[in-house]
């Protein structure tokens, strides 16, 4: 996986811990010789193979299967799924955020495809049982590209993830499924797709085959991420044995599901982020107006200043989640932070990179918009990708 030299675990990065927490770290974020190879493997990946097709198939609203097909040969999620089953056994957390952002930072809807089978594959490697990750956890580390779903998001005002509407009830030795999802990747060659639904009073997950009988998908379209193909969905009454459930009788844990899906948001939107930030420097370096090159200009040098503070700032929230999940502690209030705390940014940032451009800015012809599209989808992304 990834050429490693050795199947030993990835340190993460070390920070200081909290006051009320015992003992002390000094503060380090540096990203270790294994992880900054890892990392700068992907960005070399995402700048020559992400970026030149980006426009191209945002335009065509479709993934570039060849792209896909060598990703997964880097085998980006694979490392982390169980090496007895044949992956790298090497799951971190803050690898898993600096992958997110360097391959966002190349394509946003890419980096959502890339990643795709995480959405299935880590929860069952956290979760499932022994039969269930036998059963399906080979589809993600077979020779080709297969991609995951997981279907939480809700068509309703309020929508809570921790508390789904959908529902699940027990009958005999089958479970029956109602509700509706939102913001579903649906790709063709997915594997069961991992549907959360209330199951008396908690959210449990269960593995649905894409074909079952009541499931129907039609697909959505957004203004962003227009080459990842997402669905809504309707279950009416779809059945599923009881061996479907996530985690069989021991469930799962919707929190920890979550939460992980937050920061790998918070990465993936980092890198929207900072592609919009870059591309708005570098214009501004070589576009002239009055005689001078307007990044000369004090209001927007001051705004691309503040652009790269903010984008630093969130970065270290993110770092800061992952760091916790990856030391086996809660991280449910960090990775919300850090979540909120992207969207905000990624937004503001897009924006002004819109605004850096002038009205070249929301011309087709250049990247600031395709960022803001991308970036106004990060309020109301939620777990489309997972770490």
Request: charged share 25%; aromatic share 6%; glycine share 10%.
């Amino acid at each position: 996986m990834l050429g490693l030299p050795s199947r030993r675990p990835i340190p993460p990065p070390v920070r200081p811990t909290r006051p009320e927490e015992p003992g002390c770290a000094v503060i380090d974020f540096q990203p270790t010789e294994e992880q900054a190879l890892i990392q700068e493997t992907v960005r070399q990946f995402a700048e020559n193979e992400i970026r030149p097709v980006a426009r191209e198939f945002d335009e065509s609203a479709k993934l570039p299967e060849a792209v896909l097909a060598q990703a997964h040969e880097l085998g980006l999620v694979a490392n982390a799924l169980p090496e007895a089953l044949g992956g790298g056994g090497e799951r971190s957390a803050v690898l898993g955020a600096l992958i997110a952002e360097e391959l966002a930072w190349g394509d946003l809807a890419i980096a959502l495809g890339i990643l795709s089978p995480g959405l299935a594959a880590l929860p069952i490697t956290e979760f499932g049982s022994p039969a269930q990750q036998a059963a399906e956890l080979p589809r993600w580390l077979d020779s080709g590209y297969a991609p995951g779903a997981l279907a939480l998001v809700e068509p309703h005002f309020g929508a809570d993830p921790f508390r789904p509407k959908s529902t699940a009830r027990r009958e005999g030795d089958e479970y029956l499924l109602d509700g509706a999802k939102c913001l579903v990747p649906w790709q063709e060659g997915a594997g069961p797709l991992l549907v959360f639904a209330d199951e008396g009073g908690t959210g449990q997950g269960f593995l649905v085959p894409p074909g079952a009988d009541g499931l129907t998908a039609s697909r959505s379209e957004y203004m962003g991420i227009r080459a990842f193909p997402t669905a809504d969905l309707q279950l009416e009454a779809v059945r599923v044995p009881a061996s479907a459930r996530l985690g069989a009788e021991a469930g799962s844990d919707l929190t920890a599901i979550v939460t992980r899906g937050r920061v790998a948001i918070a990465a993936l939107g980092l890198g929207v982020a900072r592609a919009a930030f870059e591309v708005a420097r570098d214009y501004a370096k070589e576009r002239e107006a009055f005689g001078v090159k307007i990044a000369q200009k004090q209001a927007i040098a001051f705004k691309l200043a503040d652009m790269a503070i903010e984008i630093d700032g969130a970065r270290l929230l993110t770092w800061e989640a992952a760091w916790r999940l990856d030391q086996g502690r809660d991280a449910l209030r960090e990775a919300t932070l850090a979540v909120q705390q992207v969207r905000k940014v990624a937004l503001e940032v897009a924006d002004g990179a819109v605004q850096v451009f002038g009205g070249h800015g929301y011309i087709r012809e250049y990247l600031p918009e395709m960022h803001l599209r991308n970036a106004r989808g990060l309020t109301s992304f939620e777990c489309l990708a997972m770490v």
